[in-house]
């Protein structure tokens, strides 16, 4: 054997030891209960263009808005030498404490009445009124209420959508707590709960949708490097994912119990599963009938790519002839409706038969503190009493951030003289800096106009022998 073939075998001998070597290292990485799938999530272009009110956080005037971190009110019509109070509210949305700057420059047909406000700084010079301080966050939760925009059920099938369910099938058997995690990273996406951004959700046939990557034994977005889907069980690795206290940390195997979602829950409830979305959330099993679906639609929402999540005639698991068709529908990205969620009721086909197994519609943090319920029916012995009722067919819920508190706004009274000649119209801007570091709250204005006209009483005439 000559020096050159003796180089070219041990040379082939290393890379057969190194092809070995590989192959261990990611038959240990992917977990022998998960099957992993490359499919992207598909994205699929409709043509509904809805409008949804643009309620962010920031300056302007607009009265609408419940997320302007300042407000002015007052009275709509004067007449010279009246009296007009004026109300200025400040409001942290923050989740620390921030320091504001608020400067009301009065126009010149209003004067200050120094006895009206004792807190406001007034210089007559500049005819400013001033108050510098801290004001605490808020408490962030979520409201559910009817939404005033209908959206549609849309079944994804029509434009060739799979079934989610037919590879947990195909794979393990059934399609009964089971979880699908999206990697909406690779994709390019994201969304915000409970005030963090997230690259991740989990699915589970059971009407739930949950913040973070349950499928890959992590609360974060850890776990994926270019599979978009992820399949696996909940009673396998769900404890493992929504109870940590740090984003991306894994528990120790059998370190939390198991946890299925069969069991409906009031929310909150420190009881696992934590930081989900209920749609509608009741013992579903689609192994044998009912179809899943997932996809990116564009075009339903003006300005937002929405993640769509459909239950098609999905069955209870012990009343296979109770079916329900409903969907959740998650604006995705980092603008001012991102991780806004519709709740949409296509059909419940005996709604007094879902009441009696049970069933939850709310929201709810990680640790099951924060959250709501919106409508409930307890299951399996729970003594929480029921509360709401089903939605009927074509019943649009909305789910949205709110800030609760009593010491996240501060409101400041006074009154002005009022001047000027008829007609005219007075604009009043007050204006705030903060110490954010967000640049939508580091300034905003809000705007008030006071009409002078001439202001006439009828006489009120009442009935009688007179």
Avoid at 202 to 209: A, E, F, I, Q
Avoid at 228 to 241: I, R
Avoid at 311 to 338: F, K, Q, V
Avoid at 408 to 420: A, D, H, I, M
Wanted: net charge negative.
């Amino acid at each position: 054997m000559t020096d050159t073939q003796k180089r070219q075998d041990f040379f082939t001998c290393w890379l057969a030891v190194i092809s070995l070597l590989l192959g261990w290292m990611l038959y240990q990485r992917t977990p022998p209960s998960l099957s992993q799938s490359a499919a992207a999530l598909p994205v699929y272009t409709v043509n509904y263009d809805l409008a949804l009110p643009d309620l962010r956080q920031g300056g302007g005037s607009n009265p609408e808005n419940p997320l302007a971190f300042i407000r002015q009110t007052g009275p709509s019509y004067a007449q010279p030498g009246d009296t007009a109070s004026y109300a200025l509210t400040l409001a942290n949305y923050e989740a620390m404490t921030r320091t504001f700057t608020l400067t009301d420059t009065l126009p010149a047909a209003l004067t200050f009445v120094p006895s009206s406000n004792r807190e406001l700084r007034y210089n007559p010079a500049t005819r400013q009124l001033t108050w510098q301080g801290e004001i605490a966050p808020g408490h962030l939760d979520y409201l559910i209420e009817p939404s005033s925009l209908s959206l549609p059920y849309i079944d994804l099938a029509d434009f060739g959508a799979p079934n989610l369910c037919d590879e947990l099938i195909a794979t393990q058997g059934n399609c009964d707590e089971a979880i699908i995690t999206l990697n909406l990273g690779v994709n390019g996406y994201s969304y915000t709960f409970y005030g963090q951004t997230w690259q991740s959700i989990t699915l589970s046939p059971d009407g739930l949708l949950l913040a973070g990557a349950a499928a890959t034994g992590t609360v974060g977005d850890e776990g994926f490097e270019q599979e978009s889907y992820v399949y696996g069980f909940l009673d396998q690795t769900l404890a493992d994912a929504t109870h940590l206290p740090n984003a991306g940390q894994v528990a120790a195997a059998g370190a939390q119990p198991s946890v299925t979602t069969s069991q409906n829950q009031w929310l909150p409830n420190p009881t696992p599963p934590g930081a989900l979305m209920a749609a509608l959330w009741y013992d579903a099993d689609m192994t044998t009938s009912g179809r899943w679906h997932v996809a990116i639609l564009q075009g339903l929402i003006i300005g937002y790519d929405v993640l769509y999540v459909q239950w098609h005639n999905t069955p209870h698991a012990a009343a296979p002839n109770l079916t329900t068709r409903h969907a959740a529908a998650l604006i995705l990205g980092d603008g001012p409706l991102s991780g806004q969620v519709f709740f949409i009721t296509d059909n419940i086909s005996d709604p007094l038969a879902l009441t009696q197994v049970g069933y939850t519609i709310g929201v709810e943090d990680y640790p099951g503190s924060r959250g709501t319920t919106y409508a409930y029916a307890p299951c399996c012995g729970d003594p929480h009493p029921p509360q709401g009722f089903p939605p009927a067919p074509g019943t649009t819920l909305h789910l949205r951030p709110v800030i609760y508190g009593q010491n996240f706004s501060r409101t400041f009274t006074y009154s002005v003289q009022v001047e000027g000649q008829i007609p005219q119209t007075i604009a009043n801007t007050a204006e705030v800096t903060t110490d954010s570091d967000d640049p939508s709250l580091i300034y905003g204005w809000s705007t008030h106009y006071l009409y002078l006209r001439h202001l006439t009483l009828l006489p009120f005439l009442t009935g009688g022998d007179q």
